[in-house]
């Protein structure tokens, strides 16, 4: 019996979760200069017992959260985040073709309430190509979201600064107004509205970002 107990079939199995990580395949796109994703394995012919893998990669390849640490050097660590920031009830809305992550971007959509929140950008989702220019945020876009009390924004792009900003005023705006980041979410196959989110980081002491297994299932 291939299926047995383990069936997908049964019927208290939960079912309605969809994955929106980037695969973690040795294709996946980089931030250039950073270290890629790249999976190798012993096979069991050289073990004698098992195949047994290594990965070597950034800690922010793919779908993955920053640490405060990622952009100052006193700043919290992945092992000291809360997870409660990565678990719960999240909204995704669509800021169409705007080049910048804005108040005005952001006002058209109702935040009442939100503390998780995804934004699908005009960028397409494309894993294993990094892209030219993406949308990013402003000041003004990182305080609007506090306001509205959110604790957590993910999105669609690699960072949440211009590719070439040394500055990273986007990732400190979102800190200083206590939002936390996700980034390289998989959002294009998605209706917008409410969801569970779960998008743990690994438990890595002092990491200062952790790629994660990041999946929704509607509300
Ligand atoms: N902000 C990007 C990563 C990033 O900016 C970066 C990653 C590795 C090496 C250099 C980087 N930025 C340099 O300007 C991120 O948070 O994933
Ligand atoms: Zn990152
Ligand atoms: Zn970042």
């Not at 999976?39 to 004698?48: I, L, N, R, S, V």
């Not at 800021?95 to 935040?111: R, W, Y």
């Not at 190509?129 to 993406?134: G, V």
């Amino acid at each position: 019996m291939s299926n047995g107990s383990h069936s997908t079939s049964q019927s208290n199995f939960e079912q309605g979760w969809i994955d929106i990580s980037q695969p973690l395949s040795n294709k996946l796109a980089h931030w250039p200069g950073d270290t890629s994703f790249s999976y190798t394995f012993a096979t069991k012919e050289q073990t004698g017992s098992v195949n047994v893998g290594r990965m070597t990669t950034s800690l922010h390849s793919g779908t993955h959260v920053d640490a405060p640490f990622h952009f100052l050097n006193e700043g919290a660590k992945i092992h000291e985040l809360d997870l409660n920031l990565y678990i719960g009830p999240c909204r995704l809305i669509d800021i169409g073709d705007s080049e910048f992550i804005n108040a005005d971007a952001l006002s058209s959509h109702d935040l009442n309430g939100v503390t998780r929140l995804l934004i699908r950008t005009k960028l397409p989702n494309n894993p294993n190509s990094f892209p030219d220019s993406i949308p990013h945020f402003t000041k003004d876009g990182a305080a609007y979201l506090g306001e509205k009390g959110i604790r957590l924004v993910g999105l669609d792009c690699p960072s949440v600064d211009a590719l070439d900003s040394k500055e990273l005023e986007g990732h400190h705006a979102l800190h200083q107004n206590g939002v936390h980041i996700l980034e390289n979410v998989m959002l294009d196959q998605l209706s917008l509205g409410d969801y569970l989110l779960i998008a743990l980081p690994l438990a890595i002491q002092d990491g200062d970002g952790s790629p994660v297994r990041a999946v929704v299932k509607p509300l």
